[in-house]
Structure formats: structure tokens, C-alpha cells
């Protein structure tokens, strides 16, 4: 059974950081791609960021470049994603996942993602 287990949310004003983390288990981290979403109040889930299973491609989502980095870590089965400079239209609930394809470069579809956090609240004052 894949576990994904987000933390490092919370509130912050704009202009500051957060790094989030999602520690995984149940299955070889090290194969499989991470991916991070977000879902505002009242709108749909969107991609993020995403690194492919051996950290050596990311994707990031246009308003978040320059500003975020996804980044992981295999022996320690985690993906993070450090944010700086937010803004309060980063506000969101904060979802990683993992996709279902074995050694995938990364995606920016959500259909192409299996396993799914419970997510984590980041609430950025202005």
C-alpha cells in the first residue's frame, strides 16, 4: 500500500517561504516520478511542479517559476518543494503524488498520477 504523508504547511505573509515535504512509503521510491498540485478554495486541482524519478528533469507551472523549487530525496523516500516569494493567490491545499508509470520524467497531467497525499494548507496573508 503507497503512502504519501504531506507536511511543512501553514500561514505565512507574502513575501515568505515554506518548504513543503511528502515522505512516501509502500513501494520503491527511487522508480516512480513525484508531482506537486494545489487545489484553491472554490477551484480545481492543478499541477504544480513535478521531477522526474531520478531528480534529473523538473516542470514547474508558468506562475510558479523563479519562485518554487521541487527537489527529492531517494534515501530518504521524500520529495520536497520549497516556495519562496509567495503570494496570496499560492493559497491552497498542497497535494504530492506519485505516478503509476516505472522510471517516468515527470508530468504535468493529473491523469497520469496514482497515489495522492491527503495535502497540506498553505495560507498566504497579504
Known amino acids: 500500500q503507497v503512502q504519501l504523508v504531506e507536511s511543512g504547511g501553514g500561514l505565512v505573509q507574502a513575501g515568505g517561504s515554506l518548504r513543503l515535504s511528502c515522505a512516501a512509503s509502500?513501494?520503491?521510491?527511487?522508480?516512480?516520478?513525484m508531482g506537486w498540485f494545489r487545489q484553491a478554495p472554490g477551484k480545481e486541482r492543478k499541477f504544480v511542479a513535478a521531477i522526474s524519478y531520478n531528480g534529473g528533469n523538473t516542470i514547474y507551472t508558468d506562475s510558479v517559476k523563479g519562485r518554487f523549487t521541487i527537489s527529492r530525496d531517494n534515501s530518504e523516500n521524500t520529495v520536497y518543494l520549497q516556495m519562496n516569494s509567495l503570494k496570496p493567490e499560492d493559497t491552497a491545499v498542497y497535494f504530492c503524488?506519485?505516478?503509476?508509470?516505472?522510471?517516468?520524467?515527470?508530468?504535468?497531467?493529473?491523469?497520469?498520477?496514482?497515489?495522492w497525499g491527503q495535502g497540506t494548507q498553505v495560507t498566504v496573508s497579504s
Open positions: 503524488a506519485t505516478t503509476w508509470r516505472w522510471r517516468s520524467t515527470g508530468s504535468n497531467i493529473e491523469q497520469d498520477y496514482t497515489y
Open positions: 509502500g513501494r520503491t521510491f527511487s522508480h516512480y516520478a
